[in-house]
Nanobody, 127 residues
Framework: QVRLVESGGGLVQAGGSLRLSCAASGRTFGSYAMGWFRQAPGKEREFVAAIRAISWSGVNTYYGDSVKGRFTISRDNAKNMVYLQMNSLKPEDTAVYYC?????????????????WGQGTQVTVSS
């Protein structure tokens, strides 16, 4: 059983920054790959970022094309926390952001591969 709780969403102006946090339960947190997804009204759920529990060819993180170079995912296994640092925000980043856990330690970019989900946190970027 894994429980995820997101926080840190809010309203920011275009070009601003925001840091999202995800608090996870469970003693095996460090063995789960973690991801961030987002969903805007009328749109499909979109992959944002993922971080692996186990290194693969020296690469531990992966980003969707729309956020690459602007967002950074990180984790602190000692605190059971995952973070998403969002810089240079754009109005099109407006969405509900969800934290997710994948019991496959190598992770995935597909939302249906994730096993546990948080309740979501709203991010709104004004023009």
């Amino acid at each position: 059983q894994v429980r995820l709780v997101e926080s840190g969403g809010g309203l920011v102006q275009a070009g601003g920054s925001l840091r999202l946090s995800c608090a996870a339960s469970g003693r095996t947190f460090g063995s789960y790959a973690m991801g961030w997804f987002r969903q805007a009204p009328g749109k499909e759920r979109e992959f944002v970022a993922a971080i692996r529990a186990i290194s693969w060819s020296g690469v531990n993180t992966y980003y969707g094309d729309s956020v690459k170079g602007r967002f950074t995912i990180s984790r602190d296994n000692a605190k059971n926390m995952v973070y998403l640092q969002m810089n240079s925000l754009k109005p099109e980043d407006t969405a509900v952001y969800y934290c997710a856990a994948d019991d496959n330690a190598y992770g995935s970019t597909w939302w249906y591969d994730y096993n546990y989900w948080g309740q979501g946190t709203q991010v709104t970027v004004s023009s």
